[in-house]
């Protein structure tokens, strides 16, 4: 309803004598008139046709936000599945999997906890040589 009224006003242009710009357009007053007889001709639909475009703008940005948040969820699922794979290796888990024998479990486990050390050990020392680099920085800027 709004847009029809500003649509209305915009089209409006009331007459003005001037003498610069000779004399005013005959379809002036023809404009605002045809746009009624338009809005009158086509009824409720118009009106039905606001709605569903503000309905389908609403829509659009709804499904882009949706597949923004689908990607960020794929993404997550795919970088937790690769640490997984980093941290514990499938050929472990396949070791620890045989419930038959009891050293092929035990071997599964001692492996797995070997390569959490190997990566506990590479995560600690590389901790340490950027603190020692940084405390080697301060004193060389200091």
């Known amino acids: 309803m709004r847009n029809l009224s500003r649509l209305l006003a915009e089209s409006l242009q009331w007459p ?3 003498f610069v710009n000779g004399p005013t357009r005959n379809d002036a007053l023809l404009k605002p008139l045809v746009i009624v007889v ?3 001709l086509v009824g409720p639909d ?3 046709l606001v709605e569903l475009t503000t309905l389908v703008e609403l829509m659009g940005a709804t499904l ?16 937790l599945q690769r640490l997984r794979r980093l941290l514990l290796p499938p050929e472990y888990l396949m070791l620890i999997g045989i419930r038959g024998r ?3 479990v035990l071997c599964g486990v001692s492996f797995v ?3 959490v050390f190997i990566l506990a050990m590479i995560g600690l020392s590389s901790c340490l040589l950027s603190y020692a680099g940084a405390l080697q920085l ?3 800027v200091a």
């Open 113 to 115: 906890a070997g390569h």
């Open 138 to 140: 301060m004193r060389l």
């Open 46 to 48: 118009f009106f039905a």
């Open 38 to 40: 338009i809005v009158l």
């Open 64 to 79: 882009f936000v949706i597949a923004f948040v689908v990607g960020f969820k794929l993404l997550a699922v795919g970088t």
């Open 102 to 104: 009891p050293v092929a």
């Open 16 to 18: 003005r004598r001037s």
